[in-house]
């Protein structure tokens, strides 16, 4: 028999969930959370979690906000057990499941972000946070910069008492506290993204400067944006998940978390209005973000990019089966040895190479039932930030780019929509429909898709990445993945 997840049952649950050893009607709320998803609850919900397990600053319990469809379903879904999530981390052999209980709320979603604005005006939240996902930063993807005349920020601009953009949504919010003489909130952003606390903070000052300039300047001198680098592979929950859930812990939970145990959170200590001690409870302060930042996007990111699109190719459904097959974990294996790591900077206290064996042994961990197409999802924003960094770096050292053009390829051929095999699937990317047209036409002529500009930039220039990348993409569609990938190992290095 199983048990519904909720206040009144917690006392209840079975002996093997762990639970919260501190009484939740005791926390109060000092984090705005937007974007409650996955990995927020397995991240930073459970670090909180186990900093008021410690009996520790419980004046840093957690709200929920959002501004999206998926941000409704997720709060329809929390509410009736109370904000309460199961997480569990899989690994073979050992399962591990506690439900954590540092969410205390979550703010009402409406047609626009109202009603987180009035939330912010709480003094007691003193910082929010953000899991709003790689594309939803409002930069051009080639540049790496705020875009202005993007589209949430042109219509935020233009409707500040209403804001739907998450940007807008923080302005008016530091405008209403700086109006009300209340001191600003600090932004921390947790995605995965290059210098992820700057970008937000051109995101937000960037639409002040459309707005009021005297509001910009506010932003950049009196609102802190600290950096940050985030893990946990932490999949999407489907039914599967669920019927573990019940099945072997005896609980439902409307939408439980399943996660690898592993974490790691790496946090620039910028808090002028104060922070949870973070660091009892193993997250890493330090001035050097940056340096970890690049390490995991370059070689935990892009190892996720490389294995996912020809994996997809090959009609392999989850990570651990495609870290099993000889081609796809050979070409990971030679691309992050001989192309990513290289060009990755030294990072304090880590040897690369044994970082990329532990994530190549997390990729391999049966038990997390990560996927493939969650790997493969949202390329057009992805490819810019974890695969082609590396390309542009080793343009600019003279150094050949075989691995790094064929792993562009790839992705094109999968934005063709269809396997090796002729089965049709879905490309989820916000821009699906530009890229399957572009990624069609590169069937026979391979540079258009390189054409788009807003992806490649300037790569696109270069005739060694040219060449490489018609190459790669003719055998792909000439001899299919197999054959290509296993020239690409013959070859020398």
Known sequence: MTQKLN???????????????????????????????????????????????????????????????????????????????????????VDIARATGSMVGFVPIGEDGRAIVEALENPGLRIVSLTVTEGGYCIDPATGSFNPEHPDIVYDAAHMAAPKGVFGVLLAALKRRRDAGLAPFTVMPCDNIPHNGQVAQDAVAGLAELVDPALAAFVRERVAFPNSMVDRITPATTDRERAILSERFGIQDNWPVFCEPFRQWVLEDNFPAGRPALEEVGVTFTPHVAAFELMKLRILNG?????????????????????????????????????????????????????????ASRFANPGIGDTIPRLAQDGSNRQPKFILPSTRDRLKAGADVTGLALESALWCRYCAGTTDAGESFTLDDPNASRLTLAALAAKDDPAAFLALRDIFGDIADSSLFRSRFEMALTSLWRDGTRATLQRYLNAGG
Do not use: C
């Open 7 to 93: 206040l009144a049952a917690l006392a209840n649950l079975p002996s093997a969930i762990a639970r919260p050893t501190y009484a939740r009607e005791a926390l109060r709320p000092g984090i705005l959370h937007i974007g409650v998803g996955n990995f927020h609850r397995a991240h930073q919900a459970v670090y909180l979690d186990d900093l008021f397990n410690a009996g520790k600053d419980h004046d840093w319990a957690l709200i929920g906000a959002g501004i999206r469809s998926g941000d409704r379903a997720m709060r329809q879904a929390l509410e009736p057990q109370d904000w309460l999530t199961t997480v569990v981390e899989l690994e073979p052999g």
């Open 303 to 359: 190892g996720h990019a490389a294995i996912a699109y020809p994996a997809g190719l090959l009609g392999i459904h989850f990570v651990h089966d495609a870290m099993t097959e000889p081609l796809v974990r050979g070409f990971l294996d030679k691309l992050e040895t001989e192309e990513i790591i290289p060009h990755v900077p030294p990072v304090p206290g880590v040897d690369l190479q044994d970082y990329y064996g532990l994530i």
